[in-house]
């Protein structure tokens, strides 16, 4: 008897006669697993810290209410995010907003929504913000982003850290920043953030940042400039491929703790209040995406393309990073070895937009479920409507409970923005 992939108590074949194809699945289990693994790695350490869950890799407003009852922070980049956390009824207090080039109304509604932090990415900003403050007459507490100039060992695309890098303030140029700044009264400058980049299985680039960072901040006390929080960016890696490496928080958390203090005691400083800033750590493996095989088509003495319902509108990370996911048949795991054959799985968009190149499955046919996994963090939060396919459905799964948490869009969706001039009317 042939078996159906189980993911999360669920049966995903099931689901997706439930709720159709394309499916992002969600397992609120696996996301509160993750998040709980970063706590309990962090409280062991007996410091002052605070995780800040990053949105930008799946947020919707059931997200933000698990991240609140898991007690974490919220990062947010834009106001679409801010707005979706508001709405949600996220505290405000927990909120930080990032972003390379906030605008003048997104900066207006954090300061208006009161929200907890915001980092600061430039000079121009610091003084624009300062100036809004002033306007509203209200003070807020901010981080200065700056760029370490180190260069994590990830795709070229998601290095954020390194000496050319849009993001956050040069290193050299962060002492006279702060001389010069030094009387803008309505901003606070409590904290310095840094991110070297995503999808890093490594530690040492973090553990160099943060002494670069302390550095730093040694130097901008010798100046009278008191910093008592870091922000050390996300990052942590997850595995995507069978063989992949796992990014063990715990021994990262050691090894950093260890370096942290020596430096501390070394540059005279007391230890910082530390704050990560995870997302695709916590979402990543709790979300898979289930499609149904169509087309099937052999190209003689080239490949097999196995072609699934939906594509890179769902899923546009191999074709942006050449990133590496793994699939299963879900509705034929326990066939045998020998019935696999190598196949490439490709989207239904109009261009070449493969999914899984080369990859061995049990003899795919029409009609079968295809579970892409791993596929939770900058997915969903990266879909397009391409071709005007309607983005799918997210449903959420707790123990034995499933619901949808985003509903699928439909065509009216599509064309519900679309404003046809009077000389066509
Ligand atoms: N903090 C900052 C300032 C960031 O820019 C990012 C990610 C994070 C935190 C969270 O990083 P994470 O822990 O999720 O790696 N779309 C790409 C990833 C882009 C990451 C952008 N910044 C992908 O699909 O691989």
Redesign the pocket.
């Known amino acids: 008897m042939t078996k159906n992939y189980i993911f999360s108590n669920h049966d995903t074949v099931k689901l997706a006669k439930k709720y159709g194809t394309p499916l992002y699945a969600i397992s609120e289990d696996i996301i509160r697993d993750n998040a709980n693994g970063i706590i309990e790695a962090f409280d062991k350490q007996n410091i002052d810290y605070e995780i ?1 869950y ?1 949105g ?2 799946f947020l919707n407003m059931t997200m933000c209410k698990i991240i609140n009852d898991l007690g974490l922070s919220l ?1 947010v ?1 834009s106001g679409g995010e801010l707005f979706t956390a508001y709405e949600a009824g996220f505290p405000m207090n927990k909120v930080c907003l ?1 972003g390379s080039n906030k605008s003048i109304s997104e900066m207006k509604m954090a300061i208006e929504y009161n929200v907890g932090k915001i ?1 600061v990415d430039s000079e121009y900003e610091l003084k624009l913000l300062n100036d809004l403050c002033k306007k509203a007459k209200t003070k807020k507490n901010v981080f200065l ?1 700056v760029s370490p100039g180190i260069e994590a060992h990830t ?1 070229e ?2 290095q ?1 850290g390194r000496v050319d890098s849009k ?1 956050g303030i040069p290193l050299k140029l962060v002492k006279s920043l702060f001389e010069d700044n030094k009387d803008l009264e309505f901003v606070n400058i409590i904290g310095l ?1 840094c ?1 070297i ?4 299985y490594d530690e040492r680039p973090f553990l160099i940042t943060s002494a670069i960072m302390l550095d730093l901040m040694k130097e901008l006390k010798a100046n009278g400039h008191i910093i008592n929080e870091l922000n050390l ?5 997850i595995p995507y491929l069978k063989d992949d490496s796992i990014f063990e928080i715990e021994i990262y958390l050691d090894k950093l703790l260890e370096a942290v203090r020596n430096k501390c005691k070394e540059n005279g400083l007391d230890i910082p209040k530390l704050i990560v ?6 979402i ?1 493996t709790a979300g898979i995406t289930l499609y149904e095989v169509g087309t099937i088509k052999e190209i003689p003495h080239t490949r097999k393309y196995v072609s699934v319902d939906g594509g890179m509108a769902d899923n546009p ?1 191999p074709a ?2 050449n ?1 590496l996911h793994h699939a299963i048949v879900a509705n034929k795991v326990n066939f045998s070895e020998e019935d696999e054959e190598l196949v490439t799985i490709s989207g239904k968009c109009c261009e070449t937009d493969t999914l899984i190149s080369d990859i061995l499955l049990p003899n795919p046919v029409a009609g079968d479920i295809l579970a892409v996994l791993n596929t939770g ?3 969903y939060s ?1 879909a397009s409507n391409y071709n005007r396919l309607p983005k799918p459905a997210v449903v959420l799964l707790k123990g034995d409970k499933d619901e949808v948490i985003v509903e699928r869009e439909t065509y009216e969706d599509i064309v519900s923005k679309d404003r046809v001039p009077s000389w066509y009317k």
């Open positions: 800040n990053a930008k890799a990062d980049v990032h980092v982003r795709h695309y998601v954020t993001f953030h991110h980049g995503s999808q890093i960016g996300g990052g942590f890696g800033e995870p997302g695709r750590y916590i990543g990370r942006l990073y990133a963090a900058y997915n990266m």
